[in-house]
């Protein structure tokens, strides 16, 4: 009783590519107590980072977990084996690092889609759901799949690359080796892509074509102020988003599927034409019935929320 | 006591578009004691193949259990809803009927793919699988998915559709109402459209030319002694199966892919290419590790063993 009672923190890490947010929380409400932010690029090892870790949460002691989402995390053996979006090269023991300096701490490791199903079941709009699908749509596209309330891990913890099923055959190369592959129309970087081939073959004007330079954030503030060019890019984008998520619905019938990540905040301009294409893309018997929304996850604290439900025991 | 020793056999019904099979297993070791075969279109309505199937089983007394596989057969609600190669029509009370005529039986329904899958498991190759993916190759296309050891039926006992996921966005028109279904290409019906469209637009010689009607029987043989025609339906049909079980493997990371059905009886001229394919397509973390085999299930009996297995206690 004098252990649980000491053990009264939960921690979330979500590992980004350029931000690692660390959130601390009450273990029996789960309110967010305090939250750091680091920049990614200033640790050259991960020991580096589990140190930095370890110094600023001094004052907690003896944590109850510490949940960690990052890309490419494996649940299985706790490890980050390729991510082309972290500096780090190599595998990396993540699970194992972590345990030299919280010794007495549970950790798990994920990867960040699973993280963020978690959190959507646990704090956002999939709560009492046992058959649903997280999206996130950042610079990648990832997916988490819970199925009978559980996550959906495969035979080797590697489930849910919805973001490497293949749109096109042949089509635009991805960094995973692959072509054609979703993450390469549907993430930020895809939306791009599409804007830039619009942008050279229409000659409709367009506010984007004076920049020096576009990002996915330029052209939902394109879209949203009604650009052609920026439009009819989410328009395309949705459309193959769409097709690939009706695929899923056929094979895993999920009651909802929620979006989170960066290109979600686009809101309206991309899920206007996402739910109208899946509507047209889904089988008879879940037209009207399945529905794609936005994650009911608050955007600031979305990762160290799905983090933290990594650890946290139902 | 008494009871349980009286329960000695389990039976396995396959119902088909043109056979229904009747298999009745010793409850024990589950071995095959006597088999029926009907003509499905000689029953006009469901109850009088209820009627015929009481009436052919009378020497059974208190069966342990019944367990059905059927097109389109719902394990939630116990129905068969809309089978459009069942005559049939409308809504069938499945279990409601059955349970009329076997009051004491435990009986259940499930759809052919979920039987073959679970057969796969108790009779088949997928003996201690935790994770794998059954595809049933006949007039049409299914899937039964496993998941930690269990089927996958999603929120509403739909799951599995992998034969009404999109290969071809407006791609040719598919009885389910939608455009460019995988199992228009990949069934012996797209088999058989394939080879037709082929030796439209081929000036190579065929031996498919001369006939007046060609089936998926015809071509896999014509395949078989090196037919160039039916060589390349077979391989653009297992180009395009590969590509969706691909997208299939990165969703749900099983560790194997079984094919049963009629077609899958081709053999070597659809599994190589698939295959071949299939490795193509994987995730670099899948290559050479998730493979795509025929059915361990014997083709006689593959859906009664299926059927069977929906009663079957572990």
Sequence with gaps: MFLFEKKMFVVGIDIGGTFIKIGVFQADNLQLVQKFVLNTTQFKTFESLALEVQEILIHYQDLQGIGIGAPNGNYFDGTIKFAPNLSWQGQIPVVQIFRKFFTNAHIVLNNDANAAALGEMLFGKAKGLKHFM??????????????????????????G??????????????????????????????????????LMIRKTPSMLKNLPEIDAFVISTAAANGDPIALEAFEITAKILAKQLSDCAAILAPSKIFVSGGLSKAGTVLFEPLNKYFQHFLLSIHKNIISIEQSGLPDDNAGILGAVALVVKK
């Design 134 to 159: 997280q999206i996130t749509l950042g610079t990648g596209v990832g997916g988490g799949i819970i199925v009978n309330g559980k996550l959906l891990y495969g035979f080797d913890g590697n489930a």
């Design 161 to 198: 690359e919805i973001g490497h099923t293949i749109y096109e055959p042949d089509g635009r190369q991805c960094n995973c080796g692959k072509k054609g592959c979703l993450e390469m129309y549907a993430s930020a970087r895809g939306l791009v892509m599409t804007t830039k081939e619009l």
